[in-house]
């Protein structure tokens, strides 16, 4: 089979444009998706609800439509504008984030969330099938490293403004904005990160939408399903180990700050400034790293390096997951979260580039929604995993940490098993996909 063909350095320089507009998005995605996390203390303060009540506003409401939304969206990434769908959707969450802004009580908030993630399902299809063909295979899985160094560049950012938010709480004051009339502090945040948003979605006016490497069509979901029978094990281990990831990170991003809060004794303001960093540093390295590893095993020769870096992931972080709640010295849970970042952000860009490398072209944005409806419908059980654990089963507030030290090494472990039981049917869906020229 003939190498793949250099992209020329103007449409080189194009398509690393589009990753970074695509890389702002899902960066604003996350900030959107997260601050919450930040802001349990407060929110349960003005409305009234329980730990397991707040897992549902940072967990279930979002994933119900997001994962809803993202299978019926996806398909429209394999034959319509990508670029106005991401766009689309950009404004459409920015709006929703807002609209938690105006919410006074568990069900406005609730449903606002939930159109936060009706948002948020139009941005990865699109994406992924915009980073697929921008970039030869060689290439593909640094990209989409970079792209998913959104959810950490998001998640720091989330975490700083968050603690920032909470720190100001503490007087109590009220806050008049246009339109929304009188706030809370944790209300005016979600007002100006979705009106910060709306603004940004311009810079797709910026992005040319690429060309399709192959012609954009109507492919009815009995492809699809085909598709998903002939790589029957290949797909499900793909999306059942990379889900079973996702519970974990969900879980642990969920309640790390609650963690740091109860057990640590840290302010809000000091969660910001120490934790965020973390988030960013440890993960972007993390995810760029992972995509880089991958490309390097792949020029070698491994062609189930994607996969393979999704169970040395696993395998790093069940011992890191049992470790980190359970020291009491607060420095080393930093260094501990620093190390548990690094590693479960190693996943991020592979996991997309071992769907890329082995679904048709013409199939891309529906596969791509069918694998991220399993990672956040699974994903989004995290948090209440660790809510009901600690509210049913230790019946104190104060042991989260404990909750955290049996829910994640056990998903980590699970993960690593369904991981290693596709390598060898990842390694021959990628070689019929190389004999096929999909």
């Known amino acids: 089979m003939a190498a793949p063909t250099a992209l020329p350095a103007a449409s080189n320089a194009r398509a690393w444009w ?6 702002v998005a899902y960066t604003f995605a996350f900030i959107d998706r997260q601050v919450i996390y930040l802001l349990v203390t407060p929110i349960r303060a003005d409305l009234g609800i329980s730990d397991t009540q707040m897992s549902l506003l940072m967990g ?12 019926l969206i996806g398909p429209l990434a394999d034959r319509t504008s ?3 769908l991401a766009a689309g959707g950009f404004v459409l969450w920015s709006a929703m984030t807002a609209a938690c802004g105006a919410a006074r009580s568990f069900g406005g908030l609730f449903m606002a969330r939930l159109g936060v993630g009706v948002g948020e399902a139009a941005l990865s299809p699109a994406a992924y099938s915009m980073i697929a063909d921008e970039f030869p295979r060689e290439r593909r899985s640094t990209a989409l490293g970079v792209y998913s160094s959104g959810i950490y560049i998001g998640s720091s950012l989330a975490t700083y403004l968050g603690g920032a938010l909470v720190q100001g709480v503490s007087d109590g004051r009220a806050l008049a904005l246009p339109i929304f009339g009188t706030v809370q502090p944790w209300q005016a945040v979600f007002v100006l990160l979705g009106v910060t948003g709306i603004v940004l979605a311009a810079l797709f006016l910026t992005v040319r939408e690429p060309p399709r490497r192959a012609p954009a069509t109507r492919e009815p979901f009995r492809a699809v399903l085909a598709h998903y029978r002939a790589n029957a094990k290949f797909l499900w281990t793909h999306h059942g180990g990379f889900a079973l990831l996702s519970l974990a990170g969900y879980a642990s991003a969920a309640w790390i700050p609650t963690l740091l809060e109860r057990r640590h004794g840290w302010s809000p303001s000091k969660i910001g400034e120490v934790y965020g960093p973390i988030i960013a540093i440890a993960g972007i390295t993390g995810v760029i790293a992972g995509g880089r590893i991958a490309d390097v095993l792949k020029r070698r020769g491994k062609s189930d390096a994607n996969m393979r870096v999704g169970l040395a ?13 359970l020291v009491s010295d607060s420095r080393l849970c930093a260094g501990l979260l620093f190390l548990f970042y690094l ?6 860009g592979v996991a997309a580039a071992a769907l890329a490398d082995t679904v048709p072209d013409r199939l891309r944005g529906q596969a791509s929604a069918i694998y991220l409806f399993a990672i956040n419908a699974v994903g989004a059980l995290g948090p209440t995993a660790i809510a009901l654990v600690t509210d049913e089963v230790f ?4 042991a989260i940490y404990l909750s955290l030290a049996w829910v994640v090494p056990i998903v980590e472990v699970a993960a690593a098993l369904v991981l290693y039981s596709g390598l060898r049917a990842y390694r021959a869906s990628a070689e019929r996909s190389d004999a096929s020229r999909w």
């Open 82 to 84: 990508r670029r106005g």
């Open 18 to 23: 589009t990753v970074a507009v695509l890389t």
């Open 395 to 398: 019946e104190r507030d104060s």
């Open 60 to 71: 279930l409401s979002f994933a119900l439509f997001y994962t809803l939304f993202g299978v």
């Open 313 to 325: 992931a696993a395998l790093l972080c069940a011992p890191l997951g049992l470790a980190f709640p």
């Open 343 to 348: 590693a479960s952000s190693l996943p991020w």
